[in-house]
């Protein structure tokens, strides 16, 4: 078989994947790729139109339902008598009766939970299966108590729920919306977590919070080991009752901090589960639509790419009023790019603004005619920036937004704009995935093993280039200081002092100096200086090394007359570079994150573009704010273009879209003389020349899917 008959049979054999039906033996959580979620209130029993909204689910062509059954609230005639039946419900067994509705259209069922908490007459009978201070007084949530995840409501009395749940309606699976109990912030005293906490530990419970505190630390990673046990036993119980593929799921974050912040430790629910749930339903301004497509990638590259990833997305803002379309569809569009599931998500059964209708059946239906091209694909990118949980845990303690989400996002921003496609790696994973990457980049990756140090250490022995920032290296896995940086010897750089790294960027009307024209300067040849905007200390370096940004110190601002540089130069190192490695003491990242310094921005840019070079193997050329995705199929290259140019720039929602084109593209592929685009439908003639693709894509919306 020639090149092009290879091609031709793929074509073939993926089109018949497309017509014929799903194979029965294939589960439900590799055949659901669409979900709708009709989230239903208390009053809703009264008023659920049922046939309205099979033909809802019909018209969005969702292949499966989250229904709320039990929990907090029951949407069914229970035998237990302490859970808590809908204000409404009136004897009726709604939950059932859109389950069966469900399975005779032929979606796969999750029953919605929420084991968090409890009305009053339940905490009455059990007082000892709810989270406590440290006083004996109970923990609420509004007119609700906090159940404990150490105590026998979970491991009792919801097992006998699900086992319930199962035993009359045979969900699929599922969906636990808030499982994982009280937060980082509240230590529960309760006698079963005292009990535990000893048996386990041979101590009491922490006082307090207190990072430096072994016992503390201890407690941390207790909590951590409960949730997944959690997970485990949950599943075990479902899976014995409703067989071998009826699976829990409770719902993760799409951020890390508030993974940490729940205890839920994502790289072994991740091991563990076949199928993710995330909910992460909208934008911030901070972080923009880019961050779920980041999202899907971080998640998949701790799941795999061949289990799938839903996420709930939010039709509402506020509540039960519709968001604008514009905004829904950007964060599904950029969602899909990242290789997430959609998900709608509306808030009660009546919706009176029936606008919200629109933004899924337009998506969803994209979605069917082209899934074949946005599942079981591999993402291609040169670049990976480097996260771990145990990161934000124990460098970022309680400032992680600022010590290790503004940083890494720098980065993200950074290549972003510079249509640069990247990869989150999970630092654990870096060892087996070394040989995919050409470029690492370490944004203030305070603590690491060192193992994990070794492992960089590796990677650049192998020809990777690294790039770091601020106190990569200088903390523990349990974030103790070192005496200096791990990778010391890779930066050719020395920590000041043990506490270096975990400060925030102090603001400060500062500058970096031009002291040597590298190639990491390009196109700040009409400048010797550039803003800087925090300060930096003393810094030893080894012998040569290149310092091409140093230091200048701050002064006053005001009054004009005094604006001037009172010592214009030092010799303190803004960037350090020693062969392929990169090393930034100034934090660039955190501050581009921050003030949006297109400086800034090109800095990072350059500094990844000399260190990973040719290998890149991408190029966009044209106006506008693009986010570019690269997968590939067996036989094509799929590239996922998301417009982010739009109306709302200053702050969400969006309500306009505005077409940017025409864009050159280039990338390194094998041969390829045409592209069929996804969303226009254009058929757009392709030249290559010297193992690169060149084409014209005339016009972008919203989004592009182009298919080499
Ligand atoms: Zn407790």
Request: hydrophobic share 40%; net charge neutral.
């Amino acid at each position: 078989m020639n090149r092009r008959e290879f091609l031709g049979a793929a074509a073939l054999a993926t089109a018949s994947v497309t017509t014929a039906p799903a194979a029965p033996n294939v589960p439900w959580y590799r055949r659901a790729l669409r979900w709708g979620q009709t989230n239903i209130t208390e009053r809703d029993p009264a008023r659920y139109d049922i046939p309205f909204w099979r033909d809802f689910w019909k018209r969005t062509a969702i292949q499966g339902v989250i229904i709320n059954a039990g929990g907090i609230v029951a949407y069914y005639p229970s035998k237990f008598p302490l859970h808590h039946r809908a204000e409404l419900l009136n004897g009726r067994d709604l939950y059932g009766e859109l389950a069966s509705a469900a399975h005779q259209d032929g979606l796969a069922v999750l029953a919605r939970m929420d084991c968090s908490r409890a009305a009053e007459d339940f905490f009455q009978a059990h007082p000892d299966w709810f989270a406590r201070h440290a006083d004996g007084s109970p923990y609420r949530a509004d007119d609700k108590y906090t159940t404990c995840v150490n105590s026998a409501y979970y491991d009792e009395y919801i097992p006998g729920i699900l086992e319930e749940i199962i035993q009359r309606s045979h969900p699929e699976g599922f969906a636990d919306n808030s499982w994982s109990g009280l937060t980082r912030n509240n230590i529960c005293y309760c006698d079963n977590c005292a009990r535990k906490f000893r048996d386990r530990a041979s101590q009491s419970l922490p006082p307090r919070k207190n990072w430096d505190d072994p016992v503390y630390r201890r407690w941390i990673q207790w909590n951590y080991a409960r949730r997944t046990e959690i997970w485990d036993h949950f599943n075990h119980v479902t899976r014995a009752a409703g067989g071998p593929e009826c699976l829990w799921l409770g719902m993760n974050s799409g951020s890390i901090t508030s993974q940490s912040n729940s205890f839920r430790d994502f790289s072994e629910i991740a091991r563990r589960s076949e199928f993710l749930l995330l909910d992460h339903q909208s934008r911030s301004d901070a972080t923009g639509f880019q961050q779920n497509g980041d999202t899907g990638k971080l998640v998949h590259g701790l799941l795999g790419w061949d289990k799938p990833i839903i996420e709930s997305m939010a039709l509402y803002q506020p509540r039960v009023a519709a968001k604008p379309t514009a905004e829904a569809q950007m964060w599904m569009v950029e969602g899909i790019a990242g290789g997430i599931g959609p998900w709608w998500h509306i808030v009660g059964a009546a919706p009176e603004d029936r606008r919200m209708f629109r933004t899924p059946e337009r998506v969803f239906q994209w979605h069917r005619a082209n899934d074949e091209y946005l599942t079981n694909r591999r993402p291609l990118a040169a670049v990976g920036i480097v996260w771990s949980q145990r990161n934000t845990d124990y460098f970022g303690r309680d400032d992680a937004a600022e010590l290790v989400e503004a940083p890494y996002r720098g980065w993200t921003q950074a290549l972003l704009r510079a249509r640069i496609p990247y990869l989150p790696v999970n630092l654990a994973d870096v060892g087996t995935r070394m040989d995919q990457f050409a470029a690492l980049i370490l944004p203030n990756l305070g603590a690491m093993e060192a193992n994990e140090a070794e492992a960089i250490r590796v990677f650049a022995s192998r020809g990777g280039a690294v790039i770091a920032t601020g106190a990569t290296s200088l903390y523990d896995e349990e974030g103790g200081a070192r005496s200096d940086f791990a990778l010391s010897d890779l930066f050719g750089a020395h920590a000041p002092s043990p506490d270096f790294g975990r400060r925030r960027p102090e603001q400060a009307h500062t500058y970096l100096r031009v002291s040597n024209r590298h190639a990491i300067l390009k196109g700040l040849e009409d400048t010797d200086i550039i803003p800087f905007g925090s300060t930096l200390a003393e810094m030893r370096i080894d012998p040569g090394v290149t310092v091409p940004l140093t230091y200048v110190p701050p002064f006053p601002v005001f009054p004009p007359e005094s604006a001037w540089m009172r010592t214009p130069k030092t010799e303190i190192p803004g960037v350090i570079l020693k062969g392929r490695t990169a090393y930034l003491p100034a934090p660039i990242d955190a501050l581009y994150a921050h003030s949006n310094l297109p400086d800034h921005g090109n800095l990072l840019a350059n500094l990844v573009r000399w260190a990973a070079g040719d290998r890149i193997g991408f190029e966009l050329q044209g106006t506008g704010l693009i986010d570019c995705h690269v997968y590939t199929q067996p036989g094509r290259t799929i590239v996922h273009l998301v417009n982010l140019t739009n109306e709302a720039a200053w702050r969400g929602p969006m309500d306009e879209f505005i077409p940017v084109g025409p864009l050159t593209m280039r990338l390194r592929t094998a041969a390829a003389r045409s592209a069929t685009c996804l969303v226009s439908g254009a058929k757009l003639p392709v030249i290559v020349k010297q193992g690169w693709a060149t084409l014209e894509i005339p016009r972008v919306v919203d989004h592009e899917v182009v298919i080499l």
